[in-house]
């Protein structure tokens, strides 16, 4: 009770956050009722029943569908808000944020919509709660490079929003050496690079993302553990790994959270954080991710002190600001 106490209060920075994976059920029924959309599902319990999943591609289809309710600036608005209103009774106090423009544009929804919605959004956070907050703008890796580049030139008009760029969807069959000439690009702009590997993919594609995209960031990369030299690289580096505790257990990436890596991780000297990735389907926000991992592992206060220290010195802030949160 205390540690939950120590955790409630604990601030933090969110880096691992997919806005579409913040639409929670009530909600999703709200936008499909205001908007005219036909949704597969009779109630909210019928939704939370159909989110059960072996594998990442189970979630994906699903997330998916969901986001086919979000039409208007006002709904990703309204999306972004209330994510933040959950982040700030959760003590988070800056928010790196992954939105999916591929999945709006390719169903006929404008970049500018999506984009006007979220800064909306982020704009009444920062007013109503003090919350800082930045988009990483994802590309579907399961789509080619050529619609990857045409997604770049669309946040043209808005970069100076946009921290940087990451890279969603399947992994495996995807690597990251698909992307390599589009993050390139994204580095020739000034935006900064993250990208999704080693959560079902192979360390190799870890690698990849290292020597072909020059990420600032690892997203997810628990599959790194299992080759020793790339872990040594990773922690000479200094590499920020986003990791998402509930997430990992609803996907199967861990069997068990009493095995979740996060305690190995930081014995090894890597820079982990703690983030909850779709947090409307994965069965919480990020303060229920850091209780799982104190509910089943032997974490105690330090341990959580420094992985919410890692969220803000991992984040892309200006060194001055990120002095200010610690
Ligand atoms: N992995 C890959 N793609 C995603 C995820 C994830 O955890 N969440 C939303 N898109
Ligand atoms: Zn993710």
Redesign the pocket.
């Known amino acids: 009770a205390d540690l939950d106490a120590f955790i409630t209060g604990l601030p933090k920075a969110e880096l691992?956050l997919?806005i579409?994976?913040s639409l929670e059920p009530e909600q999703m029924f709200a936008f499909a009722k205001r908007n005219g959309v036909v949704i597969p599902f009779d109630s909210v319990e019928d939704i939370r029943a159909a989110y059960s999943f072996s594998r990442?591609q189970d979630?994906?289809d699903i997330?998916y569908q969901g986001a086919a309710v979000l039409q208007t600036e006002q709904d990703f608005r309204d999306l972004a808000y209330a994510y933040f209103t959950r982040a700030h009774a959760d003590a988070v106090r800056h928010a790196e944020i992954?939105f999916?423009p591929q999945t709006h544009t390719d169903r006929g929804i404008a970049f500018e919509t999506v984009a006007r919605g979220l800064f909306a959004g982020m704009d009444d956070a920062q007013r109503d709660f003090g919350i800082t907050s930045r988009l990483i703008l994802?590309f579907?890796?399961h789509l080619d490079e050529e619609a990857a580049f045409a997604t770049l030139a669309q946040a043209k008009p808005w970069l100076d929003r946009i921290a940087g760029v990451g890279l969603?969807?399947?992994?495996i069959g995807n690597p990251p050496s698909k992307f390599a000439r589009v993050f390139a690009a994204a580095a020739d702009q000034g935006l900064r690079r993250v990208a999704?590997a080693g959560?079902?993919g192979p360390p190799a594609y870890v690698t990849e993302a290292l020597d072909l995209l020059g990420i600032d960031r690892l997203?997810?990369g628990n599959r790194a553990l299992e080759d020793p030299a790339l872990v040594d690289r990773l922690a000479r580096a200094g590499m920020t790994l986003t990791v998402?505790p509930l997430?990992n257990l609803k996907?199967c990436v861990v069997n068990d959270m009493a095995a979740h890596p996060i305690p190995r991780m930081l014995a090894l000297g890597l820079k982990a954080t703690i983030n909850s990735?779709?947090p409307a389907?994965f069965g919480g926000y990020v303060n229920d991710n850091y209780r799982a991992l104190a509910a089943s592992t032997s974490l105690g206060r330090a341990d959580f002190a420094t992985l919410a220290r890692n969220s803000f010195t991992g984040s892309f802030l200006p060194p001055e600001e990120i002095a200010r949160h610690l």
């Not at 969603?168 to 992994?171: A, L, R, T, V």
């Open positions: 691992h997919h579409e994976g990442l979630f994906l997330y992954f999916d994802c579907l890796r969603d969807s399947g992994e999704h959560e079902e997203d997810h998402c997430s996907l990735d779709d389907y």
